[in-house]
């Protein structure tokens, strides 16, 4: 056999590199695609790291931008990034709900009777059912989403601008992608409630997870629905999700009202920080004015970016569910109890392993990215000279790796260096956090174990 | 019985509060004892605010100041506040050390050689041999320190005011206080070995924790003196307080060469990095203007500052055997294993709890005083117009957590809110790490235990 094609099948031998490996195939060729001179319209290829900035933002669905989309792009440039978005999003949650049945051991009734379609006779999954489903439920919502956008665009637009950039923003918002064909986002649409509440209803459904989403169908035909059947990861997504949704509407409320949010009447102000509640822990489409908000503003924007949205989804960050687990420690240590209980469950200590490694991780990974970009960029100023660029920059790094997409405005002036750091965050940020929880999935106990001895902590 | 007295000592039956009063009396006193005329220079006296802040800061060893301690406050001024530091200092030393010898059950027959003199002939420590060691420690490294210093200082003083410099300044550094007699900290000194390394000798002895003193002096008296021998809380403390010393070091270094440490020969720049290194995890002291530093270094200042030194000894911060577990946590869940393991012991799940809630609280009250800041500083005012406030804010908000004292310099212009936000975060980062350890190993198995559900991470 060729020893090169021989490497290669060793190297996809352990699973989590099958993703990687696709999604960086699939980079490759986006990145081949958009430097043809077809893909701009500006004179000439799109820089190199400009590609391969672009194609990794569409591909993880970030949704940051070196290239205005709506005006530097041809219509073919554009139709690969929504074929790269499409194909990533279906592409992160397929793997991601297979990748984590298999990681999940023991699986409750409920679940057994939600899933029964995606096994396959050995009583294994099959991966293909599952692309399927997941494929039926992503074309469902688009077209759904779609067709509500497409009555609003029709005023405004002839009739098939307005379908394409129906099916454009349907296909953004539902895989999380963040990519607008407009070049401000949705700012001109901040008083809109079809445009609002479509977009929010496809950010959250892109943003649930495939098996919430596939539990509630099911949960919806059998009577009577009750919450008590749903399984702790159902209802710890949703009320997770909830509650960081009430939150950030409630902080962004509060913290913008005399700023960005001042201009508009006051039902309006409250619908554009719901919006930006459910837009900002991962899809990255905005109707405010992201570089004008208030620090406390940005800094809360990024603990959201970082936590992100449902497992199994075409959300980033570290996840709701990693999210919950986090707080249950902290608040059940602080009364003197170990392991995190909830909805008259435990939750098993690997699920606490494994939360507890993807924080750390991540937040070494944006850490290690906010100091890097402060080098690249500026090329070691004293913060005096630096005009509030730490928060900008660090506001970046969080919003790559949490693939959401929102800026204060300095991605297309960043260095090559800089878009590198940001292309690498968001490659780490869609795929990292899958693998960490591969990782901890294939831990066996070791053959032998060292004594105990108790350090001091605190 | 009074019903106050009776409620007080109900108060007290939780072993954490006892610290938290004694700490919330020193302050209560040391506020009165600097609001007298006689303490401060100007007419009329301190603010109630700066007073209630600098008692704070000098009991809690931070060395944050609103007032210049030379300049603004009379001789009776001083040494209220050098009491403040001295009682603070072997104050949090004892307390810790005892509750962390209560909280540790299983203790190795090494510890038992080096410890026996803890015990009470009934086989409890004994709190009192704990506080005569401590402060017979306290007292030798700080009249070492004092010597070394005063043979420096008596060239350019006169003898009485070189012995109250010298004597102020080995007892700010062994407690880690980071208070100074000269208005810019050592900024003057950064040439000088003498005063270079009696400092940071000081620091270090003052931050590895009385039982790894006691541990190591004990170890000193065998023979062979072999670093097997050694407890692994020991070796870890020792082996991540010289990792963090070296990495630190090479950070500023490398991060510094081209500002501020480009007007220094080049022996005084690594002179200068490992002092601010050393300096930067919990005592506070500046050699370098830490304003002109570039964003890079104040980051990582931050995150050195946030972990600290070691538990049990003066300094502050979530403490280096905390990060060293997390860091292990993270790097062997990633090789696939859950108990991390290092110099052949398995930690504790006990342990590696303890130091999760830790970093999980410490961030939630990092990032929640640094809103705060924002808030109370900036009156919400878009970022643009904020002038690079954000880094400056958070790192104050950090520097006061991690009890450290370190400033880009706005302490003295924040608000009487923002000072009030800086005073808690100093209280609770001197005692919250000690509550938390507490809460933890008071934990009992639950009466029943509900089912385990996993659910999805990642
Ligand atoms: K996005
Ligand atoms: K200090």
């Known amino acids: 056999m060729n020893p090169a094609l021989r490497l290669w099948q060793r190297f996809l031998k352990t699973p989590s590199r099958v993703p990687v490996a696709g999604f960086a195939l699939l980079i490759v060729l986006g990145t081949l695609a958009l430097s043809l001179p077809a893909a701009t319209l500006a004179e000439g290829r799109l820089a190199l790291e400009d590609a391969v900035f ?17 005006l530097d792009f041809t219509l073919y440039g554009q139709l690969v990034i929504l074929a790269l978005i499409q194909v990533g999003g279906i592409g992160i949650m397929s793997i991601s709900t297979l990748f984590l049945l298999l990681v999940r051991r023991r699986t409750g009734m409920t679940e057994r009777v939600v899933l029964r379609d995606f096994y396959t006779h050995t009583g294994e999954y099959s991966s293909k059912a599952i692309l399927i489903h997941v494929t039926k439920f992503t074309f469902a919502a688009e077209t759904l989403g779609a067709l509500l956008l497409y009555g609003r665009f029709m005023n405004g637009y002839p009739p098939h601008q307005a379908l394409y950039l129906s099916v454009f923003h349907s296909v953004s ?129 990024m603990i959201l970016m970082f936590i992100g949205a449902a497992p199994g989804s075409c959300g980033g960050g570290i996840k709701v569910t990693t999210a919950a687990v986090l707080v249950m420690l902290g608040w059940f240590s602080l009364r003197g109890r170990t392991s995190p209980r909830v909805f008259r469950r435990t939750i098993p200590e690997e699920s606490v392993y494994r939360a507890l490694s993807l ?100």
């Open 173 to 301: 918002a539902f895989c999380n992608a963040g990519f607008s064909l407009f070049s401000d986002s949705f700012i001109n649409y901040v008083d809109d409630p079809v445009v609002n509440l479509t977009l929010a209803g496809l950010i959250i459904a892109g943003g649930l997870g495939f098996l919430v989403v596939a539990e509630l169908q099911a949960g919806a035909r059998r009577k009577p629905h009750r919450w008590r059947r749903l399984s702790l990861h159902t209802k710890l997504v949703l009320t997770s999700t909830a509650v960081l949704i009430a939150a950030a509407t409630t902080l962004i409320f509060s913290m913008e009202r005399g700023n960005t949010l001042l201009p508009l009447e006051p039902a309006d102000r409250l619908m554009a920080s719901f919006f930006q509640a459910v837009s900002c822990r991962t899809a990255g489409f905005n109707t405010l004015d992201i570089g004008g908000m208030t620090n406390e503003t940005l800094f809360s924007l």
């Open 359 to 458: 924080f750390i991780v991540g937040i070494v990974v944006v850490a290690a990215g906010t100091v890097a970009l402060q080098i690249t960029e500026l090329a070691g100023v004293p913060h005096s000279e630096s005009h509030g660029r730490f928060l900008e920059l660090a506001f970046e790094a969080v919003s790559a790796f949490g693939t959401v997409g929102l800026s204060t405005g300095l991605t297309a002036s960043l260095s090559a260096a800089g878009k590198g750091v940001i292309t690498i965050l968001m490659f780490v940020g869609r795929l990292g956090p899958l693998a960490i929880a591969l990782a901890i999935s294939r831990s066996r106990p070791a053959y032998y174990r060292y004594a105990e001895e108790t350090i001091m902590i605190g």
């Open 54 to 70: 672009t194609a990794t933002s569409a591909v993880c669905v970030t949704g940051l931008v070196v290239r205005d989309t709506a």
